[in-house]
């Protein structure tokens, strides 16, 4: 009579035992659900902060490059009656431009300094204009202009700069990242570059901007460094 009635309540509370752990169950999931969730809020949290510093860092960096070039660029102008081109807008336009495209800023200054001597308003002998000496056809064609007619200002030093450094980068492509034919051909166009070499001709404004470069890069070293928090200063790898 006791196993009958013992084996009834245990049928009985059997259900509310598996209705206990069913709770219990889901109670335990809910918790590591919330928990992953937490980890997944503070690690994104954790992220953005860690980007949001890093672009602070980056924009922070760039400014203090900037300036130091724009003061850098102020004292060469002086070589170079006429010169007329904002010198700290010109170095913003550069460190920007440069980063992107990978290329040393004391480069194209140096082929700014051989095209327009820092001119905005240069005009060249074959239509040529603006800082880069940059024709408005490579223009629309190097930055893909939409439209054939379209007419771009490059007389603006971001504009000018911007093809120019367009032009650079599909010559150092083409030419295999190979320096002096890539100087050469922003002058003398690719297809003359590479008759000019098979017969063994040295291109003399490849050799000019690179005397001029190598100049800014040993001028560039004695450029004291903008005092920063901690005696640190940020530097951008190509200018050291």
């Known amino acids: 009579m006791k196993s009958r009635y013992a084996e009834h309540v245990f049928i009985r509370i059997l259900p509310a035992f598996r209705l206990l752990a069913r709770r219990l169950q889901l109670i335990r999931h809910m918790y590591f659900v919330r928990y992953e969730n937490r980890v997944f809020a503070w690690s994104t949290l954790f992220l953005i902060g860690?980007?949001?510093y890093s672009s602070g860092q980056s924009r922070w960096q760039e400014e203090q490059n900037s300036y130091r070039l724009g003061s850098f660029i102020e004292n060469r102008k002086a070589r170079f009656p006429g010169a007329e081109t904002d010198s700290h807008l010109l170095a913003k336009i550069l460190v920007r431009?440069?980063?992107?495209?990978?290329?040393?800023?004391?480069?194209?200054?140096?082929i700014i300094e051989t095209e327009s001597k820092y001119r905005s308003n240069?005009?060249?002998?074959?239509?040529?204009k603006g800082l880069m000496q940059v024709?408005?056809?490579?223009?629309?064609?190097?930055?893909?202009?939409?439209?054939?007619?379209?007419?771009?200002d490059l007389f603006d030093p971001a504009t000018n700069i911007s093809a120019g450094i367009a032009y650079l980068?599909?010559?150092?492509?083409?030419?295999?990242?190979?320096l002096d034919r890539s100087i050469a051909a922003y002058n003398a166009g690719a297809t003359r570059t590479r008759l000019l070499a098979r017969?063994?001709?040295?291109?003399?404004?490849s050799v000019l901007v690179q005397s001029r470069y190598?100049?800014?890069?040993?001028?560039?070293?004695?450029?004291?460094?903008l005092p920063a928090s901690?005696?640190?200063?940020?530097?951008?790898?190509?200018l050291r």
């Open 50 to 52: 860690f980007a949001s």
């Open 97 to 110: 431009e440069s980063r992107r495209a990978q290329l040393d800023p004391l480069l194209l200054l140096s």
């Open 122 to 128: 240069a005009v060249g002998a074959h239509g040529e």
């Open 135 to 152: 024709k408005p056809t490579t223009a629309r064609w190097i930055l893909k202009s939409p439209a054939r007619s379209e007419v771009l």
């Open 169 to 178: 980068s599909w010559l150092q492509i083409r030419f295999g990242s190979d």
């Open 199 to 205: 017969k063994g001709h040295k291109s003399f404004y």
């Open 214 to 225: 190598r100049d800014l890069k040993r001028e560039w070293t004695q450029v004291p460094h």
């Open 230 to 238: 901690n005696d640190q200063t940020p530097r951008l790898a190509f």
